[in-house]
T-cell receptor
Framework: SQTIHQWPATLVQPVGSPLSLECTVE??????LYWYRQAAGRGLQLLFY??????ISSEVPQNLSASRPQDRQFILSSKKLLLSDSGFYLC?????????????FGPGTRLTVT | KNQVEQSPQSLIILEGKNCTLQ??????????LRWYKQDTGRGPVSLTI?????NTKSNGRYTATLDADTKQSSLHITASQLSDSASYIC????????????FGRGTSLIVHP
């Protein structure tokens, strides 16, 4: 079965510090991978998605970046965090089968920028 | 522009009561619609998934309906329990290799004892 991991689970970082969030998927190969951010009481905002190693598409211009160094590894980074970067970050992978796309989400990382 | 609108934004019900959440979408063409449950501080978990040819799908006390003609879906929760308190998110995907689903903002459900 497939499993998706995210770490850390929670993170408190000062403004201006760097960020690195990691997501890994087990039990599948060449998945589409996604990073979403969810502000308190708001819906999910797509940040980045990747259809393969080294292939990153950005949906929202910001001070965040993403990388996919391996097939099942997706990393979200920032060189200098802003207060507005606080939120709940979710990694997801997408499976396609029998005409249906289905996304599976990781447990999330709660980021607080102080 | 593809959009998914959910209503109500929030809902409070008593334990044991039924409730219905609504989802209207403008995504076209349409491939499938999913309902997710998201507990506070957790990732969303899939409840149901329906293609355009399906009108209803159940998962325990959760029953989703789909009217592809009017582009509407509903999620009915029967005999609510305290553990049903969560955000319920409607997500719609287009076919043909579109990798970006469209998310609704969710309905926040609170079940009181």
């Amino acid at each position: 079965s497939q499993t998706i991991h995210q770490w850390p689970a929670t993170l408190v970082q000062p403004v201006g510090s760097p960020l690195s969030l990691e997501c890994t998927v087990e039990g599948t190969s060449n998945p589409n991978l996604y990073w979403y951010r969810q502000a308190a009481g708001r819906g999910l905002q797509l940040l980045f998605y990747s259809v393969g190693i080294g292939q990153i598409s950005s949906e929202v211009p910001q001070n965040l970046s993403a990388s996919r160094p391996q097939d099942r590894q997706f990393i979200l980074s920032s060189k200098k965090l802003l207060l507005s970067d606080s939120g709940f970050y979710l990694c997801a992978w997408m499976r396609y089968g029998q005409g249906i796309y289905e996304q599976y989400f990781g447990p999330g990382t709660r980021l607080t920028v102080t | 522009k593809n959009q998914v609108e959910q209503s109500p934004q929030s809902l409070i019900i008593l334990e044991g009561k039924n409730c219905t959440l609504q989802c209207n979408y403008t995504v076209s063409p349409f491939s499938n619609l999913r309902w997710y449950k998201q507990d506070t501080g957790r990732g969303p978990v899939s409840l149901t998934i329906m293609t355009f040819s399906e009108n209803t799908k159940s998962n325990g006390r959760y029953t989703a309906t789909l009217d592809a003609d009017t582009k509407q879906s509903s999620l009915h929760i029967t005999a609510s329990q305290l553990s049903d308190s969560a955000s319920y998110i409607c997500v719609v995907s287009a076919p043909g290799g579109s990798y970006i689903p469209t998310f609704g903002r969710g309905t926040s459900l609170i079940v009181h004892p």
